[in-house]
């Protein structure tokens, strides 16, 4: 049973810049989809590890908390590592040279 979720630096960063860039872009209402989808996967991955895929990143599991981001973890016993949250449009290869 998965007792702790631990975020990166960069899974922090990113959460925040994403948020961030909604409420200059678009409307508290759109923050509050992403933040409540965000939340939503992250319970899932907490009860249903396993739940996502294996990406094609060393151990990590990519989910899709919406169409332009992507959440990357990493399972360890009883611990959920998430290592980014990762904007879609980016080139994936940025994500291997300097996140893993």
């Not at 200059?24 to 759109?30: A, L, V």
């Not at 992250?42 to 332009?68: H, N, W």
């Given at each position: 049973?998965i007792t702790?979720v631990?975020?990166?630096e960069?899974a922090?960063t990113?959460y925040?810049?994403?948020?961030?860039?909604?409420?200059?872009?678009?409307?508290?209402?759109?923050?509050q989809?992403?933040?409540d989808?965000?939340?939503n996967?992250?319970e899932?991955i907490?009860?249903?590890?396993e739940a996502f895929?294996?990406?094609?990143?060393m151990d990590t599991?990519?989910?899709?908390?919406?169409?332009?981001i992507?959440?990357?973890?990493?399972?360890?016993?009883?611990k959920?590592?998430?290592?980014?949250f990762?904007?879609n449009?980016q080139n994936?290869?940025?994500?291997?040279?300097e996140?893993?």
């Amino acid at each position: 049973m998965i007792t702790t979720v631990h975020w990166s630096e960069e899974a922090k960063t990113d959460y925040a810049s994403n948020i961030l860039y909604l409420l200059e872009k678009w409307t508290p209402k759109d923050v509050q989809e992403f933040v409540d989808k965000a939340d939503n996967i992250i319970e899932i991955i907490t009860s249903m590890p396993e739940a996502f895929p294996v990406s094609g990143y060393m151990d990590t599991r990519k989910a899709l908390v919406c169409k332009q981001i992507s959440l990357y973890y990493t399972i360890n016993k009883s611990k959920i590592n998430l290592v980014r949250f990762w904007n879609n449009m980016q080139n994936p290869e940025n994500l291997v040279n300097e996140h893993f």
